[in-house]
């Protein structure tokens, strides 16, 4: 297994709990605001595992990055015991490992179900990146489709041209560079500044977060191209979770199994609900023509092939699922 940042036995033992001690209390890193439904999904998951360990496993969540993790740090910190337990955004952590950015390859896998068979060829690997940065993947949970925010209606891929917009990770880099955007990767945390600021004209993201950035204070129209799929994966530290007694990590796994499915309920829930909330603001909502998600579409298929021959290791599992989908 790789380790990053040494950590004496002594002081891990401070911060993760040990088996010996009565109760294990794990500080959980979460960098979306309490209000947001991954963080409210970590604390029902909180609760359960309190529950299910009769108290002897107790998780704080730390929303809205208070633990100071920024969201591409998210899997280095588990790794190296800086936190415990983490809600981290996958698709933010390409640099530690390029196969993580798969399903947010455009247009692979737009729909929930898609996902959903993706992760069945998909799931193995990153619990085997997971293992090698010294951490255990315990459920994942997608967010609603990426959905592009601009100041003006996006008709034709002309209406594209040019426009700064930010993106979470470098297939987004790739898809809208071949779209003719000028495309910025950064993190959620600097997204309402960089729009405040003018440093971006429009944003690439999921209904939730146009909720949580008040988006309408910035920009008039939000389409729902659900170009981009992207989940968050709840991971813990190796070290922690060795510490446990052998019951209580069955009874967290099972937890996190049996609350996972719902927790994609969530998701789908979610993305109606805050389509709602951005009308009720003044965004107007659209979907693409038949005729742009053609153009769309085209625009990112040749980036699924790229993808493989830069990340071979992933192209097993883009393949069979494909295979699967008939294509």
């Known amino acids: 297994m790789k380790h990053g940042i040494g950590i004496g036995a002594a002081s891990l033992s401070l911060m993760l709990g040990t088996a010996a001690m009565a109760e294990t209390a794990w500080d959980m890193s979460v960098v979306w605001p309490e209000g947001n439904f991954h963080t409210q999904n970590a604390m029902t998951f909180a609760e359960a595992v309190s529950a299910a360990t009769d108290g002897e496993v107790k998780i704080t969540v730390h929303s809205g990055g208070a633990l100071g993790i920024k969201g591409p740090e998210g899997m ?5 015991g800086l936190v415990p337990i983490a809600d981290i955004l996958m698709s933010q952590q390409v640099g530690e490992n390029p196969a993580l950015g798969v399903e947010t390859l455009p247009f692979l896998a737009p729909t929930l179900p898609d996902l959903a068979l993706l992760h069945k060829f998909y799931r193995p690997m990153i619990e085997d990146i997971a293992e090698d940065m010294n951490q255990k993947l315990l459920y994942m949970v997608p967010w609603p489709g990426q959905a592009v925010y601009s100041p003006n209606k996006i008709e034709t891929l002309d209406d594209l041209q040019g426009l700064t917009i930010r993106v979470v990770d470098a297939n987004g880099d790739s898809f809208f560079n071949a ?20 440093t971006i004209k429009g944003v690439t993201t999921s209904s939730s977060s146009g909720v949580d950035g008040a988006f309408w204070e910035f920009m008039d129209n ?3 191209f659900n170009w981009q799929a992207s989940s968050n994966i709840v991971t813990v530290n190796l070290d922690a979770w060795n510490a446990l007694h052998p019951e209580d990590q069955a009874a967290i796994e099972t937890t996190a199994a049996g609350l996972e ?19 009720e603001n003044g965004m107007t909502v659209s979907a693409p023509s038949p005729e742009l998600k053609a153009g769309l579409i085209d625009a990112a298929r040749p980036l699924w092939d790229a993808f493989k021959e830069r990340v071979p290791e992933a192209a097993p599992v883009i393949d069979n699922y494909l295979a699967v989908r008939g294509e």
């Open 76 to 80: 280095a910190a588990v790794r190296d």
């Open 179 to 198: 779209l003719g955007a000028a495309p910025l990767q950064m993190p959620w945390g600097e997204v309402v500044p960089s729009l405040a600021a003018g």
């Open 222 to 224: 939000m389409s729902s």
């Open 261 to 279: 499915g719902s927790f994609w309920m969530n998701s789908a829930q979610e993305d109606e609900a805050k389509i709602a909330t951005l009308e």
